[in-house]
Nanobody, 125 residues
Framework: QVQLVESGGGLVQAGGSLRLSCAASPRTFSSFAVGWFRQALGKERELVSA????????PYAASVKGRFTISRDNAKNTVYLQMNSLKPEDTAVYYC??????????????????WGQGTQVTVSS
């Protein structure tokens, strides 16, 4: 079983920044696409951003565009989500997820078969 571990969450004031990391073990991120999702209390899980295997395709949800940046380092099997100018509505549990081998482009509706345990991000007003 592929293990994905998120880290970097915490409590921050509005306007602050956090960087989330998603580490894969074993070395499974190469040739995978990766997505960052979040789920707030009582709300549906939503895609925040995703990144292709090459790193060249990085779609973002409109609500985070210009504030969040996704990146990856395949040599380290790690994907990052830099979150700036955080708002209270960003409060959620954030999850990273990976596609099956051979699925390199995070197109709409792509399946994510591997999920991390989530990391809590809380933004105070």
């Amino acid at each position: 079983q592929v293990q994905l571990v998120e880290s970097g969450g915490g409590l921050v004031q509005a306007g602050g920044s956090l960087r989330l990391s998603c580490a894969a073990s074993p070395r499974t991120f190469s040739s995978f696409a990766v997505g960052w999702f979040r789920q707030a209390l009582g709300k549906e899980r939503e895609l925040v951003s995703a990144i292709s295997w090459s790193g060249g395709f990085t779609p973002y949800a409109a609500s985070v565009k210009g504030r969040f940046t996704i990146s990856r380092d395949n040599a380290k099997n790690t994907v990052y989500l830099q979150m700036n100018s955080l708002k209270p509505e960003d409060t959620a549990v954030y999850y990273c997820a990976a596609t099956p081998p051979g699925i390199t482009i995070p197109t709409l509706g792509v399946n994510y078969d591997y999920w991390g345990q989530g990391t809590q991000v809380t933004v105070s007003s």
